[in-house]
């Protein structure tokens, strides 16, 4: 079945590194995501690595996967107190375009 | 606007009554899907629909719900019988197909008393 576990807090000093963590169940699953949630805001999607892939960088965000330990991160650089929010990964698959969304992760960021 | 819109944003009912939910997606999106998010449940998938016609229902957690879509557009979330466990966030995204980014309404908060 599809799980995805996330640690529900992280807080972090303004200007360090944030490191958020995802694991999940179903290795078959094609696209893995990284969405942003502010408060009273829809989600936003910030980035997403290919299954095959295992690392992706786009500007402050670093994607790695893990396959073998079916294991999702996301670091963000130089955290600012404008990216403290929830932050959620999420799969999908290839025989439907469902997304399955983990548990979310509040990032708190502190000066 | 260009993006996601949903109606109404807020709305209140009581247990028992019936509600519904819009969503406009955004212009030439083929794909449009319904999510719910809740505090005990967290970001849960109900439905999806390319085109008109929806290949994937399997998220919707009872038959007090339904959703149609009409035109290759506008979408409506239907719950009949309101009950308390009802209340939640729901969201709309729409993208233009499988594999393609989907793009997340604000919300509509439903809470039942």
């Known amino acids: 079945g599809e799980d995805v576990e996330q640690s529900l807090f992280l807080s972090v000093r303004e200007g360090d590194s944030s490191v958020i963590n995802c694991t999940y169940t179903?290795?078959?699953?094609?696209?893995l995501y990284w969405y942003k949630q502010e408060p009273g805001a829809g989600l936003q999607l910030l980035t997403y690595i290919f299954s095959n892939m295992d690392m992706k960088q786009d500007q402050r965000l670093t994607v790695l996967l893990n396959k073998k330990d079916k294991h999702l991160s996301l670091r963000i650089a130089d955290t600012q107190t404008g990216d403290s929010a929830i932050y959620f990964c999420a799969e999908s698959f290839y025989n439907t375009d469902k997304l399955i969304f983990g548990t979310g992760t509040r990032l708190q960021v502190f000066p | 606007g260009a993006g996601v819109s949903q109606s109404p944003s807020n709305k209140v009912t009581e247990k028992g009554k019936d509600v519904e939910l819009r969503c406009d997606p955004i212009?030439?999106?083929?794909?449009l899907y319904w999510y719910r998010q809740s505090l005990g449940q967290g970001l849960e998938f109900l439905i999806y629909f390319q085109g008109n016609s929806a290949p994937d229902k399997s998220g919707l957690p009872s038959d007090r719900f339904s959703a149609e879509r009409t035109g290759g557009s506008v979408s409506t979330l239907t719950i009949q019988r309101t009950q308390q466990e009802d209340s939640a966030v729901y969201l709309c995204?729409?993208?233009f197909g499988q594999g393609n980014e989907q793009y997340f309404g604000p919300g509509t908060r439903l809470t039942v008393t």
């Open positions: 995204a729409s993208s």
């Open positions: 179903d290795s078959s699953s094609t696209y």
């Open positions: 212009s030439g999106h083929t794909a």
